[in-house]
């Protein structure tokens, strides 16, 4: 599933593209994905102009001038690619219809932006932009990992007394938004800290290093262009390359990376996902 990197990345892509353009055409191939399009879906993003295109957690945010927002979510296989637009030195043509083009955009200018899904775990909502807080998808998140409402006292305050470890802590989207699984196991090898220790035992100045480590991982990521596991690519069709420089994750058996570490990276199960980490450093 992309996680905060690879959608920030996206987003990077398409925000050229569709900040202040109008929607010339929407095409919308079949009646859903994971859920049902909301209805007339293809009619009410015809003609609208894209006021602002943002993020919140793992999801794309399209506020338009109709007074709705479009709410995107990639999902697991799903891949955005932008045609018939100058992209650096080089015009991407329009390419031919593929079986899974479940959404087609086509922009004022010539750009077009294609939602190909094929294993269709992606999503597409619309809401009134005032009421955007209050949609299922996004009620109750917590704050975004490189705003600052997401700081050292926050942290420590929200994993005091929680008996869960402190991967599961950091995976809840209430406690930190769009943190997944790559990320989190990168974060805690970093700081040295083991995901299966309980996260309100973990000493608070050890809770809060963990801010600026998460900040920094993020960072990276989204500048290396998001990790392309399996089926992510960027806008422009190219893969990522961060997971290159991944420390921990999906590392099992490799010598740990931390300096003047004589351990090795192991692979256990947590609440059913895979978790990378060095039993003899992270503690």
Not at 3 to 18: F, K
Not at 236 to 261: K, N, V, W
Request: charged share 25%; aromatic share 6%; with cysteine.
């Amino acid at each position: 599933m992309p996680e905060l990197p690879e959608v920030e990345t996206v987003r990077r892509g398409l925000s050229p593209v569709l900040d202040g353009r109008v929607i010339a055409r929407a095409q919308v191939n079949r009646p859903d994905l994971r859920w049902p399009f909301p209805e007339g879906m293809a009619d009410r993003l015809t003609g609208a102009r894209v006021i602002r295109l943002g993020r919140r957690s793992k999801y794309l945010l399209a506020d338009l001038s109709t007074g709705e927002t479009l709410i995107w979510h990639l999902g697991m296989s799903g891949r955005v690619l932008i045609s018939g637009q100058i992209l650096g030195e080089y015009v991407h043509a329009h390419p031919a219809p593929e079986k899974h083009d479940h959404v087609v955009l086509d922009i004022e200018g010539g750009a077009r932006i294609t939602f190909n899904d094929p294993r269709r775990f992606g999503a597409m909502d619309l809401i009134a932009t005032d009421r955007l807080e209050t949609h299922r998808l996004l009620a109750g998140l917590g704050p975004e990992p490189l705003g600052n409402a997401f700081d050292e006292p926050y942290l420590v305050a929200r994993l005091r007394g929680r008996m869960t470890p402190i991967k599961a802590a950091l995976l809840d989207q209430h406690v930190v938004a769009g943190l997944g699984n790559i990320y989190v196991c990168e974060a805690l090898h970093r700081a040295g800290i083991s995901p299966k220790r309980q996260a309100g035992r973990i000493a608070a100045p050890r809770a809060a290093s963990l801010v600026p480590v998460i900040r920094d991982v993020l960072a990276e990521a989204i500048e290396a262009g998001g990790s392309s596991l399996r089926d992510y690519r960027q806008t422009d069709g190219e893969l990522g390359y961060f997971q290159h420089a991944f420390r921990a994750y999906g590392r099992a058996g490799a010598p740990c990376p931390t300096s003047g570490c004589c351990g090795t990276i192991g692979r256990i199960v947590q609440s059913g996902r895979s978790t990378f980490y060095c039993p003899q450093c992270q503690r």
